[in-house]
């Protein structure tokens, strides 16, 4: 159905049909509420897409986002989702060569293997033990923090008694994580590897004042309660089609083609003017929720934007043959890779990419980590694909701000590409090369999505895929009672952008939805 075919008047219109827009639309049509969502696109699910990028090649990949751990369960149960997600056994692989021996660190298939994996780095159980302490107490902060982002914020007091742990408290909240990365680790690749969830899609040195090392590092330990990050089945297309299942299914009115242009409100009504292949058209509203980056929102109500937060990641899909050997014969590649593989993501390395980066230069050695989706979930490649042993490569690279790309986008990511890759290669008893796929036309199947790329694509400022920076998960000056609220009392920010957002969560929908459905008295 398309909104010409729908009556002109709705409870709420929601601008963006990303996946928190498709869960704000379907938590207000279970509630009984009439809804408009308005996608520009030709079809749903905003960043949370699987697509056939190979020509010729039945490979379903999640072409932007690709983990799980940030939705939480109450999210799916509460609208009855179709959807699924599988456990990694393997946690991560670090490749390193030490003494001029192919070694690295294994985290995962039981404490004991881990714990061994350790030694045999380290040379005791030191890093191992130190290792337990800080994954508990991150541990115990998410099992206290994750629950909140559901509610109306909490205060920053309240939120600390929550935890309950001042020493947790300082290291994640106070002080810059890079004083307990090398306060409680001595080993440089340990370090590097705790390090990393702090930087994903995150411009910002271990010791960054700003604290947005902080505050990613939050986001990417506490979720689910547990911090794991799992594996979508079916890819991530399939959340955001089991979304619009249930919003269709609830009675929200899905219209794609359909750009907002102009949001016009008193603050009691809304007026959403947007545009189609057959010309403008109005639809009315009493609240107008906008599954859209702070900027988007304001060139839609005619406010001042807020400045641009850089992206600063290089996206990389591959498809390939077999899985490469590797250096280290000791470890099995379908382990290596089934879990998260750190490349170039040593302390030390990680510093020296962020200092040549801020200089304005590509990292000599370009950090980057890598993952297998079909090891986890063969279904998202054809039968025969699975049959000839085909496997997907997801390879997301740090340290690499907007601005480098500015100069020349294409050149440049075609270099930044190469050394990725090169820094790989250094690790395997193979080129990469030799065992990416071909689709149907003789090229290799790979594809690469710079900043730049993201920006012009899914129209991310900056190609910053959080929208902005992260934030606190409490109230601070101007986030509301649910962090969803805008300048306008009936315009709404459900996207990721919104306080509590980034990530595949959904949280920014449910919470914008009950903003709504606290506002009219449900």
């Not at 593989?341 to 302390?347: M, P």
């Not at 990680?350 to 979930?377: F, K, V």
């Not at 920010?493 to 506002?519: F, T």
Request: aromatic fraction near 6%; hydrophobic fraction near 40%.
């Amino acid at each position: 159905m398309t909104a010409h075919e729908a009556h002109r008047s709705y409870d709420a219109v929601v601008v963006g049909a990303g996946h928190n827009g498709l869960v704000a639309a379907a938590y207000l049509a279970r509630a009984g509420r009439s809804v408009l969502v308005l996608e520009r696109l030709g079809h749903t699910g905003g960043a949370a897409v699987s697509t056939r990028p190979f020509a010729g090649v039945d490979a379903r990949l999640s072409r932007y986002s690709y983990l799980v751990s940030l939705l939480p369960k109450k999210i799916v149960r509460d609208l009855g989702l179709d959807f699924r997600v599988r456990t990694r056994t393997v946690s991560s692989y670090t490749p390193v060569e030490r003494d001029g021996r192919a070694t690295g660190l294994l985290v995962g298939g039981g404490e004991k293997r881990t714990r061994d994996a350790f030694a045999r780095l380290t040379g005791s159980d030191h890093e191992y033990e130190a290792w337990q302490r800080f994954y508990g107490m991150t541990g115990r902060v998410a099992e206290r923090v994750f629950p909140t982002l559901t509610d109306p914020l909490p205060t920053r007091e309240e939120l600390r008694r929550r935890v309950d742990d001042e020493e947790a408290w300082r290291t994640l909240f106070e002080d810059p994580i890079g004083v307990a990365v090398e306060d409680r680790f001595a080993d440089d690749l340990v370090r590097g590897v705790v390090l990393t969830d702090a930087l994903i899609g995150t411009f910002a040195d271990a010791h960054d004042p700003s604290l947005a090392q902080n505050r990613c590092f939050l986001y990417h330990v506490i979720g689910g309660g547990t911090g794991a990050w799992d594996v979508p089945v079916g890819g991530m297309g399939a959340l955001t089609d089991a979304l619009a299942t249930a919003a269709r299914e609830a009675g929200a009115v899905i219209a794609t083609g359909h750009e907002a242009l102009r949001i016009d409100t008193d603050g009691r009504a809304a007026e959403v003017t947007y545009r189609t292949a057959d010309g403008e058209a109005v639809a009315a509203a009493r609240h107008v929720l906008v599954n859209a980056s702070p900027q988007a929102l304001a060139e839609l109500t005619g406010d001042a934007p807020p400045a641009p937060a850089e992206g600063a990641q290089l996206k990389v899909n591959m498809l390939l043959k077999r899985l490469p050997r590797l250096r280290d014969d000791s470890v099995d590649p379908r382990e290596a890779f089934s879990g998260t593989f750190h490349i170039a993501e040593g302390y030390e390395q990680l510093a020296t990419a962020h200092a040549q980066a801020a200089a304005g230069r590509l990292p000599a050695a370009p950090p980057s980590e890598i993952y297998c989706h079909s090891l986890t979930d063969p279904t998202i490649l054809g039968p025969d694909l699975v049959e000839q042993g085909y496997q997907t490569l997801t390879l997301f690279g740090l340290h690499t701000p907007a601005r480098l790309f500015e100069r020349d986008n294409d050149s440049v990511r075609e270099e930044l590409l190469k050394s990725t890759l090169a820094q790989l290669d250094a690790h395997l008893a193979e080129p990469l090369a030799d065992c990416l796929a071909v689709d149907a036309d003789g090229r290799p199947c790979i594809e690469a999505r710079t900043p730049l790329d993201l920006e012009r694509d899914l129209r991310l400022p900056g190609g910053n895929i959080f929208h902005r920076a992260l934030s606190w998960p409490y109230t601070q000056e101007g986030t509301g009672r649910w962090g969803v609220e805008t300048a306008q009392e009936n315009v709404l920010l459900c996207g990721a952008g919104a306080v509590r957002g980034g990530g595949v969560s959904g949280v920014p929908g449910h919470n914008a939805a009950m903003a709504v459905l606290e506002a009219t008295g449900e």
